[in-house]
């Protein structure tokens, strides 16, 4: 899922995906290519990747080491396409630092996480599991928001809500996502996923003293099948109200991670 708030002049993206790991990141400042790593331990070497790049739905080989020089619209003529560029990390922690150098929140936008364990109904003998909720709020309601929601005929309950809010012109003023439990397919009656999410939005705006439950937009990301843990949400969140900051958003991009192995971010001003 690709969030983009927009805030005066200034984009925060916050994106994530699982199953791409590995501390070479590649970007381009065209739009329709991406990159995937395969680190090197699936083929039996030590001592390269490889690196795939995306254009226009053709795929084709690149070599890792492109240079780290981030390319922008103005280094390009007409008709050049921008080469891939590619960045290393020589460890874990140098890679959560770069993440944390480029994370800047826009001036008006908090960030803040919660811990909390629960029981899944549906597995009780699995207790304690860990969950992280990230709130992400503006100082004030805003309607130049936007979402892009996957076109799947069994979307899960948070981007129905999500649709909902959007078709509506709802203005929004925070964003609650909790990872490990993604709210999709989880059984139980008619829109039950649905009624957990809004419940979860209500006391989030009743803890930042908002209007309505729809000015927040939920996200879930995790385990298809499982209820939404709403009783151990909620209790966690005035952590997580308490724990905003106006100066960071890597702890939202560490925030949503599942299955990830890395955190991701990019700023775009």
Excluded at 243 to 255: H, L, N
Aim: glycine share 10%; hydrophobic share 45%; net charge neutral.
């Amino acid at each position: 899922v690709t969030l983009i708030i927009m805030a005066s002049r200034v984009a925060m993206v916050l994106a994530w995906a699982a199953g791409v790991s590995g501390f070479r990141v590649g970007y381009s400042a065209s739009l329709t290519q991406s990159q995937i790593v395969v680190p090197s331990s699936r083929y039996g070497s030590c001592s390269a990747a490889a690196v795939v790049a995306v254009r226009g739905g053709r795929r084709s080989s690149a070599g890792a080491s492109v240079g780290t020089r981030m390319v922008g619209d103005d280094d390009l003529v007409d008709g050049e396409e921008a080469p891939l560029v590619v960045e290393e990390f020589g460890s874990a922690t140098e890679h959560r630092e770069f993440l944390k150098s480029i994370g800047d929140l826009p001036q008006g936008f908090r960030v803040g996480n919660a811990d909390l364990t629960f029981t899944p109904a549906e597995n009780p003998d699995m207790s304690d599991l860990p969950m992280r909720l990230t709130l992400m709020t503006l100082d004030q309601p805003t309607n130049s928001w936007t979402a892009l929601f996957t076109k799947n005929v069994f979307p899960g309950a948070p981007v129905l809500v999500g649709r909902s809010r959007l078709a509506k012109g709802t203005p929004l003023q925070a964003i609650i996502v909790n990872n490990k439990v993604s709210n999709v397919c989880a059984g139980g009656p008619s829109g039950a996923g649905v009624d957990a999410a809004e419940e979860v939005c209500a006391n989030i705006a009743a803890e930042l003293g908002l209007e309505s439950g729809s000015m927040v937009l939920p996200c879930s990301t995790g385990v298809i099948g499982w209820a939404l843990p709403k009783k151990a949400i909620v209790s966690a969140v005035p952590l997580a109200v308490a724990a905003r900051q106006p100066v960071s958003a890597f702890p939202a991009a560490e925030g949503i991670m599942t299955t990830d192995r890395y955190p991701k971010l990019r700023s775009v001003t």
